[in-house]
């Protein structure tokens, strides 16, 4: 299994370009989310769905748009960047069998704004 | 709301020390579930552990234990005679029932010098 899949591992962009960073999971897990990971500040909650088209935002939802088609594939875009959205950003996914299951991360997206 | 505390950003060790990462907690749901995932230098996410909010038994895994306490909030992560290899960021998680959204920790950086 591949678990959860992000693309590309790393992105450089200018200020004002969009782009759109990728998550696709194979084990038929219903939940998944994207997080932002900053120096000191852990991991933040960008956005998170319970299903196939059923999106809901997070702390930090502003600038980032997500849909979510079929139930393998979440990605997030990013409409405008700005320097601020430098980061390293992380797919999670989980199964719905349980609240209690643990995420199955990515192995995450370093983007730089420039 | 929701909020996870890890208030020791950073610890250092040395190999075969015993160490403890302290996590504390709010929230205002009576069921939750608390989670503890790891970051090695490689940077990929996994999950160590949840919890429950209606079992405080304390649970051990070889020289890892967790002591869950909801008279304090706290979920505290203890590393038994640590080693170079646990050197990590450590992430403490809460996540409520029924939406998923999972919060995290600031993350606690442990280095084991050897």
């Known amino acids: 299994n591949a678990g959860v899949t992000q693309t590309p591992k790393f992105q450089v962009l200018k200020t004002g370009q969009s782009m759109t960073l990728q998550c696709a999971q194979d084990?038929?897990?219903?939940?998944m989310s994207w997080y932002r990971q900053d120096p000191g500040m852990g991991l933040r909650l960008i956005h998170y769905?319970?299903?196939?088209?059923?999106?809901d935002q997070g702390e930090v939802p502003n600038g980032y748009n997500v849909s979510r088609s079929t139930t393998e594939d979440f990605p997030l875009r990013l409409l405008s960047a700005a320097p601020s959205q430098t980061s390293v950003y992380f797919c999670?996914?989980?199964?719905?069998?349980?609240?209690?299951?643990?995420?199955?991360f990515g192995s995450g997206t370093r983007l730089t704004v420039v | 709301a929701q909020k996870v505390t890890q208030a020791q950003t950073e610890i250092s060790v040395v190999e075969k020390e015993d160490v403890t990462l302290d996590c504390v907690y709010e929230?205002?749901?009576?069921?939750?579930?608390l989670f503890w995932y790891k970051q090695p230098p490689s940077g990929e996410l996994v999950f160590l552990i949840r919890?429950?909010?209606?079992?405080?038994q304390n649970e051990i895994s070889g020289r890892y234990s967790w002591n869950f306490q909801k008279s304090t909030s706290s979920f505290n992560f203890t590393i038994t005679a640590s080693q170079v290899v646990d050197s990590a960021v450590y992430f403490c998680?809460?996540?409520?029932?029924?939406?998923?959204?999972?919060?995290f920790g600031a993350g606690t950086r442990l280095f084991v010098k050897a």
């Open positions: 999670a996914s989980s199964y719905k069998g349980g609240e209690e299951a643990g995420y199955t």
């Open positions: 084990m038929n897990h219903e939940y």
């Open positions: 769905s319970v299903g196939a088209g059923i999106t």
């Open positions: 929230t205002r749901d009576t069921t939750y579930y």
């Open positions: 919890r429950n909010s209606f079992d405080e």
């Open positions: 998680a809460l996540r409520n029932p029924g939406g998923f959204k999972t919060i």
